[in-house]
């Protein structure tokens, strides 16, 4: 079995130049070292591959024959070996992110764009996904890490907590509890509310605290995206409860903190157990844990 390219090689080499001696020169090593590398490839192919004289080395039948598929051997290992060396130099990859719908609409895109200019051969896919459906494609290896809250442990995922994302009301200025910097979740069951589907993080923790204050409320309506719920907010239909995180400073709206319960949610970085990062993906994510460590020191919007 022949179990080391060298041999290759020096085989093409000596083929090549007609002599062992010129040949161990052009490859940068001893003829002593040349001859022990072809009499080891001899004895993996169990045949003769050249025969010697005083003066030059010519291929037996046999060399002759194994040249062709030597040369393929030597091609396609070399552009292993280079391809493995561009992914390892982040010079090619394809890094795959699925993301809590605010958090790849307000953190990733700098981040991506960040990424692109210092990595321009490596592609980024960003899949803007609920929380349940991040943790499947997690779990399923269809990204190579997410961005998102875990609400139940998962044996199979590793969570690694990136920042506290807190829960507040984005209401309409016309009311008069916009003018206010913190309210209860009592005082908001009464209002008319605006909530993400059953199937979003944001709905499971309202929910939740909802259940253990023993408090219903008044659902005036449910969207399917952040950015719709703030439209409506914005156009007097209630009050959207969302993430701190989901919205930057409206004139029309005022952000107010919901406290007593504090709700907040955990934003991690989610990847399946036992499987490693590929070079570009571990740049991705050390690049995200900085850009969000700045955002807590600056006391970004959305970082408690």
């Known amino acids: 079995m022949i179990d080391d390219i060298r041999h290759l090689r020096a085989f093409l080499a000596a083929a090549r130049i007609g002599n062992f001696t010129r040949a161990a020169q052009q490859l940068h090593i001893s003829q002593s070292a040349f001859t022990v590398q072809i009499r080891q490839l001899e004895q993996s192919v169990g045949a003769k591959l050249f025969d010697r ?10 060399g002759r024959d194994l040249l062709g598929p030597m040369e393929r051997l030597v091609i396609d290992a070399e552009a292993i070996v280079g391809r493995t060396q561009q992914l390892t130099d982040l ?3 394809v890094v795959r992110i699925s993301a809590l719908p605010s958090v790849a609409a307000q953190m990733l895109p700098m981040i991506v764009h960040k990424f692109a200019q210092a990595y321009p051969g490596v592609v980024v896919q960003v899949k803007d996904v609920v929380a349940e459906k991040l943790i499947e494609m997690v779990k399923k290896e269809e990204v190579d890490f997410g961005i998102g809250t875990q609400m139940r442990r998962d044996r199979d995922v590793v969570a690694s907590p990136l920042l506290v994302d807190r829960l507040c009301a984005f209401v309409p200025r016309g009311l008069p509890l916009a003018q206010k910097s913190s309210t ?3 005082e908001l069951v009464i209002l008319p509310l605006i909530l993400t589907g059953k199937d979003s993080s944001v709905r499971e923790i309202v929910e939740r605290a909802l259940k253990q204050q023993r408090l219903s409320l008044t659902l005036a309506y449910e969207t399917n995206y952040m950015a719709t719920a703030i439209s409506m907010a914005r156009a007097g239909l209630g009050i959207a ?5 989901a919205g930057a400073s409206y004139e029309d709206l005022g952000i107010v903190e919901i406290s007593k319960p504090a709700l907040s949610r955990t934003i991690a970085i989610l990847h399946k157990k036992d499987c490693s990062f590929s070079p570009a993906a571990a740049q991705m994510v050390e690049m995200i844990k900085m850009a969000l460590t700045t955002r807590v020191k600056g006391r970004s919007p959305g970082v408690k």
């Not at 004289?53 to 037996?60: E, G, I, N, P």
């Open 241 to 245: 409860v969302l993430p701190e995180c």
């Open 53 to 62: 004289s005083k003066r030059r080395v010519s291929l037996t039948e046999v």
């Open 184 to 186: 209860t979740l009592k």
């Open 91 to 93: 010079k090619r990859g």
